[in-house]
């Protein structure tokens, strides 16, 4: 049986190394600060920006959500951004994506002020990032790297094949791969035989969007598979091949109307790889323990040079 990488049990580790953190910051006079901007009522961006606040309450952070209407525009976002960016007791800003098509989601980003940029997402730290200098990196590579190193999975010198080019994952989790010294190939949806590519892989990170597509062909014996797709099903014929009939999946389908699933086949993973991310409960926990993790840091780095 594969090694499963729990991001539940590593999220908690961090969260449990970050208590203290916090502490020395709020006896220091204030307790990090993060605040959260969602527009609008998308149902599954109010369930992770619920979940952050949730996460900053357990660890003594201070948050703050604002919710402006869905008919906001780019300068109105612009200016509650530019509020954001000049008070004192906020260290992180997250916009959260995706914006309504009205709003120029490039100019917001980049208003935020890369020191509070604790997504990473702004070009001021992506170019960090590809230098290897400090500053935040995006939450979910970030995270992919955590447990990697957390289950003392090697990096240096080994095959890492990336699926998915994306700013939020693809990329960024390459060049984290990178200056970890792996050797890594970035796919996308143009990639020839990406079957072939994959199964050279002692590292494969999926970061596709679409459900269970890596079966058994694109997985070596072996190989560590980082599975950050979130692939909502709700036909039950499709919960029902996927799972193999899982007694226990149709089980959760008939009480909740969809499944969770990942961008590689549930089963297959489990016959061909030496360690996995489940999903859920793999790459998913990690998300928010880096953003907390961004978050302190952030208030680490405002606190020393006020
Ligand atoms: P994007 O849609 O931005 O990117 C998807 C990438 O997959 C693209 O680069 C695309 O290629 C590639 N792709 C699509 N179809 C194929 C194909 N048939 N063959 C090869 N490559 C393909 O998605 P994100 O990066 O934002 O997210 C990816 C997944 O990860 C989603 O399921 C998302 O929900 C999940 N996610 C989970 C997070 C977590 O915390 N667990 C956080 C962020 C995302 P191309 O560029 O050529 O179009």
């Known amino acids: ?29 204030r307790p990090p600060g993060l605040a959260v901007v969602l527009v ?10 619920r979940n952050k606040v949730k996460t900053c309450q357990d660890l003594g952070i201070y948050s703050e ?15 509650i951004v530019g509020q954001l960016n000049a008070r004192h007791d906020i ?22 002020a890369p020191a509070k940029d604790v997504d990473g997402f ?20 970030a995270g992919i790297i955590e447990i990697l190193k957390r289950y003392h999975i090697p990096i240096a010198g080994k095959r890492a094949v990336v699926v998915g080019r994306s700013d939020i994952v693809g990329k960024p989790v390459a060049m984290l791969l990178l200056h970890e010294h792996a050797t890594v190939t970035i796919c996308h949806s143009k990639t020839p035989d990406l079957a072939a590519v994959c199964r050279e ?6 970061a596709i969007g679409r ?23 709700d036909d039950r014929a499709e919960v029902a091949r996927i799972f193999r009939n899982s007694a226990e999946k149709l089980a959760s389908f008939d009480k909740r109307g969809n499944v969770l699933v990942g961008d590689v086949d549930p089963q297959d993973v489990v016959e061909k790889a030496g360690a996995y991310t489940p999903v859920p409960g793999g790459v998913g926990p990690l998300t928010i323990a880096m953003l907390m993790a961004n978050t302190v840091a952030s208030a680490e780095r ?3 040079v006020c």
Do not use: W
């Not at 502490?23 to 220091?28: D, E, I, K, S, W």
């Not at 919710?67 to 780019?74: C, G, K, L, Q, V």
């Not at 260290?91 to 935020?112: E, N, S, T, W, Y």
């Open 302 to 304: 405002r606190a020393a």
């Open 122 to 141: 702004h070009p001021c730290n992506v170019g960090n990032l590809v230098a290897n200098l400090p500053g935040p990196r995006a939450c979910t590579p």
């Open 40 to 49: 609008g009522h998308d149902p599954a961006s109010q369930i992770y920006v």
């Open 211 to 233: 459900a269970a597509m890596l079966t058994a062909e694109f997985l070596s014996n072996g190989v560590t598979v980082i599975d950050v797709g979130t692939n909502r099903l």
């Open 65 to 79: 959500s604002l919710t402006p209407p869905d008919s906001i525009s780019t300068g109105e976002l612009l200016a």
């Open 1 to 29: 049986m594969p090694q499963i990488l729990d991001g539940n049990r590593v999220r908690d580790d961090i969260k449990n190394e970050l208590r203290p953190r916090v502490a020395a910051l709020a006896a220091q006079g």
């Open 91 to 112: 260290d992180g800003i997250l916009v959260q994506l995706p914006l309504p098509p009205q709003v120029d989601a490039k100019r917001i980003l980049m208003a935020v």
């Open 201 to 206: 892989a002692e590292i494969l990170v999926a």
